[in-house]
């Protein structure tokens, strides 16, 4: 089955600096989701995007299908950020969504 | 839209009991539900897939028989941990595909807010 890397696993970040997330999937994919987990464990989806770039707010979201990584784009942080970021990927020949290991986030004041 | 609720958001059980949980689609139509389990600090690890009206699909090393699943509509499925035992204590999350595909696209996912199972 499909293999999807998050990095890095932890970031910590001052309020109002930016980031940049990582994921790396083994395999052609048909669905690319990008979402934060928030404390009390609700999935939030930031992002449907198996190709292309997206943006929304603070957030933007790029996925290059032929290099087979998404990356997530956080800008001028907050504290309301943090939480746990994850990628997950669907093989295109397949029909399970593959999680990555999360990357946690926290955004001190 | 695309919103997915859970009920019961948490729930304590005794060790041999049996636990229902129910995921339900409140504005699509699901065909294709999904259901996960995950432990502190770790990602989401699929359990199962069920598709109205057939059988679920267990990923290896998922006891179908403890795991009861049932997606008897388009808008609801629902998980039964039977003989539940502390080791089974965890998150539970679903998620519904729709059919034909929202906004978002043909294959992407809506979750609910999940369940905190507690076997004492």
């Known amino acids: 089955g499909i293999q999807v890397e998050q990095s890095p696993p932890d970031l910590i970040l001052q309020e109002g600096a930016n980031s940049t997330l990582r994921c790396n999937f083994s395999d052609s994919v048909n669905n690319l989701q990008w979402f934060h987990q928030n404390p009390w464990g609700q999935l939030i989806n930031l992002f449907y995007i198996p190709s292309g770039t997206k943006q929304n707010g603070r957030l933007s979201a790029t996925t290059v299908a032929t290099e087979r990584y998404s990356l997530l784009y956080i800008s001028s942080s907050q504290t309301t950020d943090s939480g746990v970021y994850f990628c997950a990927a669907q093989e295109t020949s397949g029909s399970r969504l593959t999680f990555g290991e999360g990357t946690q986030l926290t955004v001190n004041p | 839209g695309a919103v997915v609720s859970q009920h019961p958001s948490w729930v304590i059980c005794k060790s041999g009991t049996s636990v229902k949980i129910e995921c339900r689609s409140l504005d699509f139509q699901a065909t294709t539900m999904f259901w996960y389990r995950q432990f502190p600090k770790q990602s989401l690890m699929l359990m199962a897939t069920s598709n109205e009206g057939s059988k679920a699909t267990y990923e290896q090393g998922v006891e179908k028989d403890k795991f009861l699943i049932n997606h008897a509509s388009l808008t609801l499925s629902t998980l039964t941990v039977t003989s539940a035992h502390p080791e089974d204590s965890s998150f539970y999350i679903c998620?519904?595909?729709?059919?034909?595909?929202?906004?978002?696209?043909?294959?992407?996912?809506?979750f609910g807010p999940g369940t905190r199972l507690t076997v004492t």
């Open positions: 998620s519904a595909r729709a059919s034909p595909g929202l906004a978002g696209g043909p294959y992407e996912q809506y």
